[in-house]
Nanobody, 123 residues
Framework: QVQLVESGGGLVQAGGSLRLSCMGSGRAFSSYAMGWFRQAPGKEREFEAAINWSGYSTDYADSVKGRFTISRDNAKNTVYLQMNSLKPEDTAVYYC????????????????WGQGTQVTVSS
């Protein structure tokens, strides 16, 4: 399994931007598909974005499409989530996750998770 550590969360006003980073350990990082998920208080963890091992294939939830961009730098063992035009409803703990094989929207298919980073968007 790969170890994951997120960073970059914080407090931002509505309409602002943040970039989350997720650094993975190990030489096998480039073989994993990566996903970003978020969980708001009292709600289930939900899919936001995913990227395949090479970075050429991405997928987004409808709620963030056109505002968020997922990317990766395998030389740095890092995946990013650029979040623009943030809304108060984007407030949540954001998690990155890794899985073998192709990317997926399903939480249960990801075997490795980071500890999460808090994103708070004020109105």
């Amino acid at each position: 399994q790969v170890q994951l550590v997120e960073s970059g969360g914080g407090l931002v006003q509505a309409g602002g931007s943040l970039r989350l980073s997720c650094m993975g350990s190990g030489r096998a990082f480039s073989s994993y598909a990566m996903g970003w998920f978020r969980q708001a208080p009292g709600k289930e963890r939900e899919f936001e974005a995913a990227i395949n091992w090479s970075g050429y294939s991405t997928d987004y939830a409808d709620s963030v499409k056109g505002r968020f961009t997922i990317s990766r730098d395998n030389a740095k063992n890092t995946v990013y989530l650029q979040m623009n035009s943030l809304k108060p409803e984007d407030t949540a703990v954001y998690y990155c996750a890794a899985k073998r094989g192709g990317s997926s929207r399903r939480v249960v298919e990801y075997g490795s998770w980071g500890q999460g980073t808090q994103v708070t968007v004020s109105s």
